[in-house]
């Protein structure tokens, strides 16, 4: 198993957050060693939510890792997404980040600066339609839905 800091965010939809989790631990062989949440203050009760399924995933996939959560205190502070992704860049090992429940100035922010520093993987949980999408992985059809790894490329859900 390839151990990763994985770095996520959380936007409008716990969902998000922990199905593309779910998402990269059912198709990858990927398994974080740290998890970095980063959130505006703002969306701190959706935060709680979609962090309490990752810590749901972390228990029932025997994950034991660290979960660090960064919250972002003014709207649209460009640069504290730029600085976490540089600060865990900087330290030893892969990272991954994960954009899919982000909102786009801090995934903008967070991928200009993961790919300077080279990051090793960008992954996006694409679902056809949100109709229906506030649901656990699984149950939603996996034909509508591709995780892709941005970098290489790969669809791991699609062909």
Not at 2 to 9: A, D, G, L, P, S
Not at 42 to 54: H, N, P
Not at 84 to 101: A, K, L, Q
């Amino acid at each position: 198993m390839e151990r990763v800091k994985y770095i996520t965010f959380v936007g409008r939809s716990s969902w998000a957050v922990v199905n593309s989790f779910s998402a990269v631990l059912f198709h990858t062989e990927i398994i974080p060693d740290e998890i970095h949440v980063l959130y505006k203050r703002e969306d701190e009760e959706v935060a709680e939510v979609g962090i309490s399924g990752l810590y749901e995933l972390m228990d029932v996939k025997e994950i034991g890792c660290e979960l660090v959560q960064h919250v972002i205190e003014e709207d649209f502070d460009l640069l504290k997404p730029a600085r976490v992704v540089e600060e865990i860049m900087e330290s030893d090992g892969d990272v991954v980040i994960d954009i899919t429940p982000a909102k786009k100035f801090m995934s903008s922010t967070a991928l200009l600066e993961g790919r300077k520093y080279g990051v090793d993987g960008v992954f996006y949980l694409y679902i056809d339609h949100v109709e229906d999408a506030d649901r656990p992985y699984l149950d939603i059809p996996l034909p509508r839905q591709d995780l892709i790894e941005m970098v290489e490329g790969e669809h791991y859900v699609r062909d």
